[in-house]
């Protein structure tokens, strides 16, 4: 991903923990990954994988076509 794409990425996955209420610690332990890594993914880092996008998605509930919404 270029870094742009990264950066929106990142926003969007604090915003929506975020609106639920999580925290960076909350949301790892969820999607099953460290928890300095959501902050990395937060601050565009990390050129996160599918496999960790669809972690994090489920543990926000969300579907892979939301969380990619505006990019």
Known sequence: MS???LEKFGTKVR???QK???SQEE???RAGVHRTY???IERAE????L?????????LEM?????????
């Open 51 to 59: 496999d960790n996008i669809e972690k994090i998605a489920g543990a």
């Open 3 to 5: 870094k742009k794409t």
């Open 46 to 49: 990390k050129n996160i994988t």
């Open 27 to 29: 949301l790892a332990v």
């Open 63 to 71: 579907k892979l076509a939301e969380i990619f919404g505006d990019l």
């Open 15 to 17: 915003e929506e923990r």
């Open 20 to 22: 639920r209420g999580l």
């Open 38 to 40: 959501i902050g990395m």
